[in-house]
């Protein structure tokens, strides 16, 4: 079934019901409810209760209601291409912005994993001035993003994004080929 046909997400929607429709894009927009303020420890709208609901309940207004929807529904339009590695718009700016501050303007992304962690890889992000023999490179929003090629099996339909919130900011993989992650989510298996 495709987004489209799964619908928008709409204020009547549990946040429950959310997450069952498009569980992969559930990260992205786990981080997105989070950085509006949703589901944080203590946070009273639980699953069963309607995003509205609970934006309400936080004190929230129709217009970010309205604002947080039509952000939910950008990140489920988002087309994913399993045969890609891909940047967010966002991550790629902020890469550009860090490789100037860097003195590094031109250089690409290296993107890896390497076992680690209590679930079993971390994922590696890098500076790389140039592509080895062995690497396959991927170009998104203007970066170039250099992958080992037998790495490929498991990043392979990966989204890098950069998310801030009150939490800390930084990179955030999004990973289709991930079976599980440790609870501190900071390490995968596949």
Same mark, same amino acid.
């Given at each position: 079934?495709?987004e489209?046909e799964k619908g %928008?997400?709409?204020?009547d929607m549990t946040i429950d019901?959310?997450f069952a429709?498009? %569980?992969?894009k559930?990260?992205?927009l *786990?981080q997105e &409810?989070t +950085?509006a303020?949703?589901?944080?420890v203590?946070c009273?709208?639980?699953?069963w209760?309607? &995003?509205?609901v609970?934006?309400?309940g936080?004190?929230?207004? @129709?217009?970010?209601?309205? *604002? &947080?929807i039509?952000?939910l +529904?950008?990140?489920?339009?988002?087309e994913?291409?399993?045969?890609?590695?891909?940047l967010t718009?966002?991550a790629?700016?902020r890469f550009?912005?860090?490789?100037e501050? @860097?003195g590094?303007k031109?250089?690409?992304?290296r993107?890896a994993d390497?076992p680690?962690?209590?679930?079993?890889?971390?994922?590696?992000? @890098?500076?790389?001035?140039? %592509?080895t023999e062995?690497?396959t490179?991927f170009?998104s929003?203007g970066?170039d993003i250099?992958v080992? *090629?037998?790495m490929?099996a498991r990043?392979?339909?990966?989204?890098i994004?950069?998310?801030?919130?009150?939490?800390?900011s930084?990179?955030k993989?999004? +990973?289709? +080929?991930?079976?599980g992650s440790?609870?501190?989510?900071n390490?995968? *298996?596949y």
């Amino acid at each position: 079934m495709t987004e489209k046909e799964k619908g %928008p997400i709409t204020r009547d929607m549990t946040i429950d019901d959310i997450f069952a429709k498009h %569980p992969d894009k559930g990260q992205r927009l *786990s981080q997105e &409810l989070t +950085n509006a303020g949703l589901h944080c420890v203590g946070c009273q709208a639980a699953t069963w209760e309607t &995003l509205e609901v609970g934006m309400l309940g936080h004190g929230f207004d @129709d217009d970010k209601i309205d *604002s &947080l929807i039509a952000r939910l +529904n950008e990140i489920i339009a988002e087309e994913v291409d399993p045969t890609t590695i891909a940047l967010t718009k966002r991550a790629a700016e902020r890469f550009k912005t860090i490789l100037e501050q @860097d003195g590094k303007k031109g250089w690409a992304l290296r993107f890896a994993d390497k076992p680690g962690g209590c679930g079993g890889f971390e994922y590696v992000l @890098d500076f790389s001035e140039t %592509p080895t023999e062995d690497d396959t490179i991927f170009t998104s929003h203007g970066v170039d993003i250099h992958v080992k *090629s037998k790495m490929l099996a498991r990043l392979l339909g990966c989204e890098i994004d950069y998310l801030e919130g009150l939490m800390g900011s930084g990179f955030k993989v999004t +990973n289709p +080929n991930v079976k599980g992650s440790c609870s501190c989510g900071n390490s995968q *298996s596949y």
